[in-house]
Structure formats: structure tokens, C-alpha cells
């Protein structure tokens, strides 16, 4: 992979609870593959977490 390539977008939803896991890969990495991080809480509740590279 050379770089982001534009218009790609993943997402990764966790629960509440294991977002220090999700977490372990780095902001800047996970902005360079595109991967948005969600988390959903035990009520179904889908909440983007801000990524401080583009936030």
C-alpha cells in the first residue's frame, strides 16, 4: 500500500467495553487505511469515537 486511497472507507464497531482494544492500532494508522472506529453500547447505541488526526 502506497497510501490512502481516496473514496475507500472502513469501519470498525466494538463494544463499549473493548474499545482499549480497538484502540491499540494507532490513530494515524487507522486514518491512513481509512478505518473509522464506532463503538455500540449494550443498548444498541452506535457512537463514532473522534480520531485526533482528522478530528
Avoid at 9 to 38: C, D, F, N, Q, T
Amino acid at each position: 500500500m502506497t497510501g490512502r486511497a481516496d473514496g475507500i472507507r472502513y469501519a470498525l464497531i466494538v463494544p463499549s467495553a473493548r474499545l482499549w482494544r480497538a484502540e491499540r492500532v494507532l490513530a494515524p494508522a487507522r486514518h491512513l487505511l481509512g478505518i473509522e472506529l464506532y463503538t455500540v453500547d449494550d443498548d444498541g447505541h452506535i457512537e463514532l469515537v473522534p480520531n485526533p488526526v482528522t478530528d
